[in-house]
Structures are given as C-alpha cells and as structure tokens.
C-alpha cells in the first residue's frame, strides 16, 4: 500500500470484508481514530461516538467486537470519493474524503447506510502508507450493535 | 488546488459544507456553468434547468441564493467516481466523472437525491487549476428551494 | 484510454450510456468476463451469472441483448471508487474497487440497483490499458430483462 488510492481502497475493503484485524493494520502505531457526528463538529462540540487514541485501542476494540458479533447479516460495501489534498510533503499527506457506505440485507435489498467524510493524515514509513489520524464525520451513524463496527 | 483529484473533491466538499463562495472560486474567470438533464441531451432539447456564462453570474446567483434560503435542514454529500480524460495537454483536460449525492434528513435517514455527470473543461494557470466549463448531466434533479442550490 | 482512473470511469459510462459496444472494446481479445455473487464467492461456491471467456462470446452477449431489448426504461449511474493495487508491473495491474450502480427511473426517483466490486486484471497494450480479466463480485443482482445488462 503506497499510494493513497490503494490506502483508501483497502480501508473500505477491510471493513465491507469484515478483515477488522487487517483494517488495523493500516494504522500507525501512534494513530487516533475516532468518529464523530457533522452536527457536533458543526456545532463545535466536543462529542465522540467512537474514540481511540493509539494502535492498542484498536486492536482492543476489533477484539470486543470479535467477541460480540457473531455473524453479520448484511454485507456493507464502501464506495469513497477523490482525496483533497490539504497539505502534503515528501511524507506526510492531510487529505479528506467523502465516502458513502451501502447495507445489502439477506433479502438482496440495498439502502444507504452512512454517508460523510475522512479526515485524515497520511504518512509514509519506509515506502508504506499509514493512517495516522482519521476523523470520520459521519452525516448519519446507526448503532446497530452492542459494540458498533467501525467505519 | 492542482490535481484533478483534488479539484472535484473540493468541488463536491465546498457544496456539501455550503461553503458556496468557496466554490464559485474554483471556476475559472472565464467559466460557463450549466445545469441540464439527461434527458434533454439525449432528445438533442436545448433546454437548461440552470445557467451561468461567466463567473460573475456565478457569483451573483450564489448571492440570491444566499438572501433566499437561510438555513440548510440536511445535509448533502457528493462522492464522484474516476474521470474519462476526454483530452489534454500541459495546461488543461477535459474530463467527464458521475456523481452521486446523498441526502441526509434531520432524522438521520439518507437517501439518494441526485446523480449525474459531471463534463467538464479544466485549466492550469499559474499552477492552480480551475474550472473553465462544467455541464451538469443530472438523472434526477429536485428544484426544492425557490433558489435552487448549484449541483 | 492509457490510466487505470479513465479505463474505470469508461467502464461504468459505457454501460450508464448504453454503449455496450464500446464497453465490449475495453478487453482485451483473450479476456474473462464474469458476474459472481458475494454469497458464493464467500462459501467457495461455484456459480456464475453471467460468464464470457473471450470477446466474441462478449459481442455475442451485447448482440443478443440488443436483439431483446428494444428500450431503456431507466438510467443507470455508476460510481467507483479508488483501486487497490495488488500487484504491478510496467505492463499489468491487478486491481479491486468497489462500485455502486444508482438507477433512476421515468419518475425521476433514483435508488441503489447494484453494489459491489470489480476484480480486474488490466494490461497494457501499445499504450493503451484494456481489461483481460474482470470479475464483477456483487452484493445484489437482479434480473430485470430476458438477457440482462453487463454490469
């Protein structure tokens, strides 16, 4: 993974996919994930809905996951947009995207299931890319599960 | 603002924030700007829902919109896919990607509210790329404000 | 058609545009086309929807539907997201993207018709980047016509 479109290509993937573990992944050791409603970042407040703060976190929380969902009933699938590009140098990319997500159910029907945004710093170790932070700043989020799937 | 990528992302991301200024300032001086539907195109109809011939008409129809409606109660979000590079040299392209936005209500559901095409004629200056022409291809199109919002 | 962003975007504009015809052009002669469900590739079953292992059996199909139906009753829209690269080299790229099918009906209501991935082997010809080998993984299928549409 060293180009951005691949970055973001295998970030859907791995979550419509449901490879949690790989989605980790794609992390930085120091990374910060965390979800967040537009309203609230609209509104300047300082609500999460989802909030990890270094690669451990996250392992933890696809381990919680792993441990409560047995099985998915629906397939999800991520179709995200072009990266702008905020700012980058020879390695490091601040970049955003918009992404929607897609819920197929057992019946074959789709429906939208989340739209909104990435936020996230990009950075290149040793010829790979990583996700150092990513704010995803969901227009609408269900939790649908004792602990939600991220996204 | 110099790579295609980032010119349609920011092109979607400044109307989806509502940060319409911001958008208007990405066409060129020199800009033609155009709503019209599939339809009409297909049938060879000259007809066009919107139209602006050069970016002060832009500017000015931003303006109206802005006296017209004073809140946004959802929330729009383009994701558009890979452009078709129709044609290009060193200092502009013409380029044709599809769109989708999606509508998110204030009761958390979204819906698909526009899809369509965008073709458009890009243009370095000075290193900063910018919008010469857009023709907006819509599939469906909702003239839901009196005012309607650019696409 | 010489960037994997334009050969993909040509993909889905072929089809949204109904030129079968020219979507046949994007193979290459000694190509593989076939259409799979996400449920059997899932449980390592099988089954195909649709499968053409050249390109005379590719016009074959565009021709027989062509035969059947007469009319569109709908568009179709299809937006891609970004690749992910799996392996490359100067002459070949295997990729995976993710796409969703909107499809708008005379009533100007549009809705999700099809999710899914594409897993295609590109190659590069003289210059110019064709498909050898395009499995279309889908999330949902519906078989709306007597010989369905490629997707």
Redesign the interface.
């Known amino acids: 993974v060293n180009?951005?479109?691949?970055l973001?290509?295998?970030y859907?993937?791995a979550l419509?996919e449901d490879r949690l573990e790989d989605w980790v992944e794609l992390f930085d050791e120091q990374c910060d994930y965390r979800v967040v409603t537009?309203e609230n970042v609209e509104q300047g407040l300082p609500n999460v809905l989802m909030w990890c703060d270094n690669k451990n976190m996250l392992r933890d929380r696809v381990e919680s996951y792993r441990e409560v969902n047995e099985y998915n009933l629906h397939?999800d699938?991520?179709?995200?947009?072009?990266?702008?590009?905020l700012q980058q140098d020879g390695v490091s990319a601040r970049i955003?995207?918009?992404?929607?997500v897609?819920q197929?159910d057992q019946g074959?029907?789709?429906?939208?299931?989340?739209?909104?945004?990435y936020h996230a710093l990009l950075v290149l170790d040793d010829g790979r890319m990583r996700i150092r932070d990513n704010v995803v700043v969901v227009?609408?989020?269900?939790v649908q599960t004792l602990i939600a799937t991220p996204i």
Chains 1, 2, 3 share one sequence.
């Open positions: 180009h951005w479109y691949s973001m290509a295998e859907g993937m419509d537009r397939y699938r991520h179709v995200i947009g072009p990266p702008k590009i955003e995207a918009n992404y929607v897609l197929t074959g029907n789709s429906k939208v299931f989340s739209t909104g945004a227009d609408t989020f269900c």
